[in-house]
Each structure stands twice: as structure tokens, then as C-alpha cells.
């Protein structure tokens, strides 16, 4: 039986995109908006825009989409956040003002510039880069994704199993593994056949 992906709109970014790379694997696909039942097997969290306007949505504006990701994740189903919604699974973020996340991971979202000495990137961070790093069994080191961003996660206690790539001379971390929870700054829906490849070990779980 193929997986049933469910893809939560808040009102942050394209959808078509993420929902056509699913499809192409071959998985069922279903938009997932404000009072929608979740009957999924794997849930995504996608998202571009500002970390306050998706988290206004999802916590003070929604009246089921908290719910909604919190049941799946309580469940132990599979959960993957791109991109915002990456960095949603953070305890809040600082952009447009400070605003709350859904707190799974022990981070803060912050501007780039507070990360990494600014003269020493460009931002925002566009365009494919490589792993320089997977302490996972994913075996993605040096493998190129699509970035798009001008805010990260700034860990104080890391899972396991991350990804990092160098900027600006130095290490971040853009993506981790713990159990049921997966999270990717980049977009795997844009990174061509390596992009497909990691959506197709997301929905082997």
C-alpha cells in the first residue's frame, strides 16, 4: 500500500511544488487545511515565508492545525518540516517579532547574521549547496540540495543525527533525524534526483 502524505497548508508558501515531488514517487497526496481530518500516514510541514506569520497561523489564528501536527507526531508517525517549517519544530524565532514554535527541538530560530560573522556570507543563502556533514545513516554528506534562506536554527542541544553544511567558514547545522521527527532547511522537493531520493527514504519509515 502506497504512503498517504498529507501536506499542511497555513497560508506560507507554494504547495504545488512539495505536492507534485510526492506525487512523482508515487505516494497519495492531500492538502491539509483548517479543520481537515488527518487519516496520513506521513505529515509535512513545508513553508516560505516569515516565522511569524506561519506561527500566527498555526497557534493563535488555526483552530485545528496545532492539533493536527501534534496528534501525528504524538502518534510516532513520520513528520518532515522544510524550509519554515523546519524551523517551526524550534522553541520561536525572531523574525517579524518574536513568536512561538512547536518546541520538539531545544533550538531558537535566528537571523543568519546572529549565527555567522556577516561579512563573511551573502544573504539570503541562495542556491544548491553541499553536505559538508551527516552524522546520520542517511548517507548524505556531499551530496547538493537547494537552499533559500536568511534565518537558521541555532541549536543548544542537538539530536544525533544532523546535517550540517560550511558557511561563512563555519559549520551549521541544517537538518536532523530523531525517531518519527524529521526537519531539512533545504528544499528536497527542489534538489532534483537527490531531493526525490530523500523524500523516498522519508516515506520508508
Known amino acids: ?6 501536506i499542511i497548508d497555513y497560508n506560507c508558501g507554494n504547495l504545488g511544488s512539495i505536492t507534485k515531488a510526492f506525487s512523482f514517487i508515487g505516494c497519495e497526496t492531500k492538502i491539509l487545511r483548517d479543520n481537515d481530518k488527518n487519516n496520513c500516514s ?3 510541514l513545508p513553508g516560505v515565508g516569515s516565522f511569524k506569520k506561519g506561527s500566527d497561523y498555526i497557534f493563535k489564528i488555526s483552530k485545528s492545525i496545532e492539533e493536527i501536527t501534534l496528534s501525528h507526531f504524538a502518534m510516532e508517525r513520520p513528520l518532515l518540516g522544510i524550509c519554515l517549517g523546519y524551523q517551526l519544530f524550534s ?3 525572531t523574525e517579524g ?3 512561538k514554535g512547536f518546541g520538539f527541538l531545544d533550538a ?3 537571523h543568519l547574521s546572529k549565527i555567522i560573522d556577516p561579512n ?3 544573504i539570503p543563502n541562495v542556491g544548491f549547496q553541499k553536505l559538508s556533514y551527516d552524522s546520520s545513516e542517511l548517507n548524505l554528506k556531499d ?3 537547494y537552499f533559500v534562506h536568511s534565518y537558521a536554527l541555532r541549536f543548544k542541544n542537538p539530536p544525533q543525527n544532523v546535517q550540517k553544511i560550511i558557511i561563512g567558514g563555519e559549520e551549521l547545522i541544517i ?3 530523531h525517531k518519527n521527527l524529521w526537519g531539512f532547511q533545504f528544499h528536497p522537493e527542489k534538489s532534483q534526483l537527490k531531493g526525490l531520493d530523500l523524500l523516498r527514504k522519508f516515506i520508508s519509515l
Open 120 to 122: 563573511e556570507i551573502k
Open 143 to 145: 551530496n547538493c540540495y
Open 97 to 99: 517579532g518574536q513568536s
Open 108 to 110: 531558537d530560530c535566528e
Open 91 to 93: 522553541k520561536g524565532g
Open 175 to 177: 537538518g536532523f533525524q
Open 42 to 44: 506521513h505529515l509535512v
Open 1 to 6: 500500500m502506497n504512503p498517504k502524505v498529507g
